[in-house]
Structure formats: C-alpha cells, structure tokens
C-alpha cells in the first residue's frame, strides 16, 4: 500500500474501524429518522423497499467508497483526482468528492440542530420533566422547545462543541476511541428498550406495521424515499467513508467489514422501531407524527413507568451517543480536506469547519420560528437542507463512487483490494456495475 502520509492518521485495529463505521452509520437515522420516515410512508411496504436498497445499493457502494479511500489515503477530493489521473480519466470525477465533502457539510448543520434536541431532552429527563405528561403535554413540551430559538441555539452549539472536541482529537484518539465505549452501550439499552416495548399491547400491532407490507401504498415517492434514507443511513454519498477508508491499511477485508456495517445498522433501525411503535400504538398516538416521533412519543412511557427517569436518561444520553458518533463523522472529511489542502492544523480545521457549519445550523434551526415563513422551492431552510442532501446529492455522489470504482478503476487493483475468487468478482462487477446504478438511476427517474 502507498506509504502512509505524515500527519495522516490510521485506525489502530480493524475492529476500532468497524466500530467507527458502525458509529457513523448508527446515528439519529436509525432512531429518530427511520421510525418516522416509516410512519409517514405507510409501515411495511417502506421497510421492504429499504431493505433492499441496503442489500443491493447500500452495501456495494460502501465497498466502493471505502475502496476509493484507502487506494487514495487522502481527503476524498483529492482521493478522487488522484486516482482518476493515475486511471487516464477525467479530472472532472474530482465532482464526486467535492458533492459529498458538500453534502456531509451540509448535513451536519441541520444534524447538529436535532443532537441538540436529544440533549435538551436527555435534561428534561433527568430532571423527571416527563413524569405524569400526557400526549397533549408531550406535544406541546416538543413544540415549546422549537418556538424558542435561544435555547436551541445553547443545544445546537453544545452539541457541535462536542463534536468538535472529538474530532480534534484525531483518529484513533478521538473518533475510533469514542465509538468503541459509546456503540457498545447504545446496543445494550435498545435491547431493553426493545423489552419494554414486547411486554406492551401494541407490539402486535408494531411488528405488523414493520413486518406485513402492503405494497398498494408505495409510490415512486415511497420508493426514492427509501433509497435516500438506505443512503443516508450508511452515511453513504457524502464522502464520509472515502475519509474513513483513507485511514484504513491494507488487512481489512473490505466486503466483510462491510457487511458487519449493514447489519448493525438495519438491526439497530429495526430495534428502534420495535421499541418505538408499540408505544405509539398502547397509548393511541399517530405513527405519522413526523419528525417529532420519537420526541412525543418516549416521553410519555418514560413518565408513566417505575425506573423512567433512568431509562429516560439512559435512552436520551445514548441517543445523544449515536448523533455524536455520527456526527464527528459527518465533520471529518471537510477537516481531512482542511488539514491536508490548507497549512491548519488539525485542532484550527476542526475550529474552522465547526464554526462555518454551526452557522448555517443556525439558519436551520431558525427556520421552526423566527423563519419559519421564509420558504425556498416551498421549503423552510431545514426541510430545504435535509432534502437537497438526501434526495440529491446523496444519490449523485454515490452513483458517482460506483460508477468510477466499477467501470474506471483498474480491474487487477480492484480485484486485488478484495480478494476474491474468480466467481466472486464476477458477481461483484455485476453488482457494481449494473445492479446498483441501475438501481439508483431508475429510482431517479421514475420519481421525476
Ligand atoms: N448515518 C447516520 C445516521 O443514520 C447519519 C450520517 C449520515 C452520518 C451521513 C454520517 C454521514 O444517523
């Protein structure tokens, strides 16, 4: 492999990657995103779909982005323009590292703005804020912490200070040692969480909303709903795993690390939604609530039950744990890029970064009050943010990373970071060439 750059960190074990890469996928789009995309796009039929988009979509171009960063060992921007010249081709697939260092930037403003909510609420909690709420209470306690810029602000700025603090702490410092202590606590309070929910009445009924699709109610909609979600959910397209594979040596086995990744993060959406749907059905709440779901919805179990302050605040911390794990993530590769292109160090590009992207999660988080009637294309800036990344440049990215990896990049490198037997490579190039752009273009078009 090409030497290792000075300054340029390296994981220290191939299970600290895997567990930073689980960490990145494993974030709020397991636990707040997925239960409500599901509820707003009619349960089982959604799931379907997401599934197979993990499978068939998510899982290769993991492999692509993963393989794009460990044969550049740079920031993926110039990870992109490395390898297309040392492959004859264009300089303009240089596009797809600077959409997805984009979009990972742009992602993080809004993302930060929600992981303050979970440390709002995990103070609420801890305090015993939810004993005795109602559904009423619970709704207007969500609604009153977004009417009120100031105190979203002090939460967003928390939670990006934090980030930030991790980060500068470099790889196997900071993001590697973070995911390490905080993925394994997070998967053991789903579990009860997740018992919780089966000793409840509307367990039935969740794992028949998750589980029996009725595919009458996909629509195009639906459907490129689920690709974007399969993407942002592996953190995919946004040049958050070409960072995280140019830390990586040679000894990992791509496609097994890779699906360690895309299990655990299905498990933990499909835990999640074991563990949130049954309260709403017990307690007669709407599954399509929206992005308030999981904020209306826990608070009133943890209110109502013995140890709830406890698990209240265990649930908000680990909740918290996952948006950090991702979003120390999401801020990586603007800081690779930053620390590699510019003379900063690591400690001033994360300083840089942050505060560029803490601002414009201002906008954002202004945009529930203050703002809430400047809209764009018919979009608050939030909503505006959160679909250009995960219906645009999120796709675009990705099929660019697999395109370039399955039709540019010399066959024997390819062949060789993978380590496969002749039959193997030959599924593997029909995947990567055909099934997953395929895939990602007619989803494209057929939402048009
Ligand atoms: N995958 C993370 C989640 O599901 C979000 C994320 C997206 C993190 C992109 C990093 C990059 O919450």
């Known amino acids: 492999m090409s030497a290792v750059k000075q300054g340029h960190g390296q994981w220290s074990s191939r299970m600290g990657f895997v567990l930073a890469a689980v960490g990145s996928a494993v974030g709020l789009g397991n636990i707040w995103k997925f239960p409500y995309m599901v509820g707003q796009s009619g349960g089982a039929a959604f799931v379907a779909v997401y599934l197979v988009c993990i499978a068939l979509i998510g899982l290769p171009i993991i492999v692509a982005e993963w393989m794009i960063g460990r044969r550049g060992q740079k920031n993926p921007i110039n990870s992109m323009a490395d390898l297309a010249e040392a492959n004859g081709r264009s300089k303009g697939w240089v596009m797809v590292g600077v959409s997805g260092t984009l979009a990972g930037f742009l992602i993080l403003s809004f993302y930060s703005v929600i992981g303050g909510w979970a440390l709002s609420y995990l103070l609420d909690a801890l305090s015993g804020g939810f004993s005795g709420m109602d559904s009423d209470a619970a709704g207007a306690a969500f609604n009153g912490m977004l009417g009120n810029p100031g105190s979203l602000t002090i939460w967003h700025t928390a ?29 053991v309070l789903l579990a009860l969480m997740v018992g919780y929910g089966a000793a409840s009445d509307g367990f039935g009924r969740a794992l028949e909303y998750l589980f029996a699709p009725d595919f009458s109610k996909l629509t195009g909609e639906v459907v490129l709903a689920a690709l974007g979600h399969a993407f942002f959910t592996l953190s995919l397209g946004m040049g958050v795993m070409i960072a995280y594979g140019s830390y990586l040596g040679q000894k990992v086995n791509l496609l097994r690390a890779a699906r360690t990744v895309a299990i655990m993060d299905t498990v933990i959406a499909l835990g999640a939604g074991l563990a949130i749907f049954p309260i709403v059905f017990a307690n007669g709440l709407d599954p399509a609530a929206g992005p308030g779901l999981i904020f209306v919805t826990l608070p009133l179990v943890f209110g109502k039950i013995t140890g709830g302050v406890i698990l209240g605040t265990m649930f908000f911390l680990l909740l918290t744990f996952a948006a950090l794990t991702s979003a120390i993530s999401l801020l990586e590769p603007s800081v690779e890029l930053l620390q590699e292109r510019t003379p900063l160090g690591r400690v001033g590009a994360t300083v840089l970064a942050g505060v560029v992207i803490w601002a414009l999660g201002i906008a954002a988080l202004l945009s529930f009050n203050v703002w809430s009637d400047v809209l764009i294309f ?10 250009l990344t995960s219906k645009f440049l999120l796709p675009l990215t990705a099929l660019g990373a697999v395109v370039f990896v399955g039709w540019c990049l010399n066959r024997d490198s390819v062949r060789e970071e993978l380590d496969l037997s002749s039959g193997g490579f030959a599924l593997w190039n029909l995947v990567v060439r055909f099934v997953a752009p395929i895939g990602v273009i007619v989803v494209f078009v057929s939402s048009l």
């Open 159 to 187: 939670f990006m200070a934090l980030t930030a603090g991790v980060v500068a702490l470099g790889v196997s410092g900071g993001l590697e040692r973070a995911s390490k202590i905080l993925m394994p606590a997070l998967g």
């Open 378 to 387: 018919g979009n608050n800036i939030f909503d505006l943010l959160d679909k």
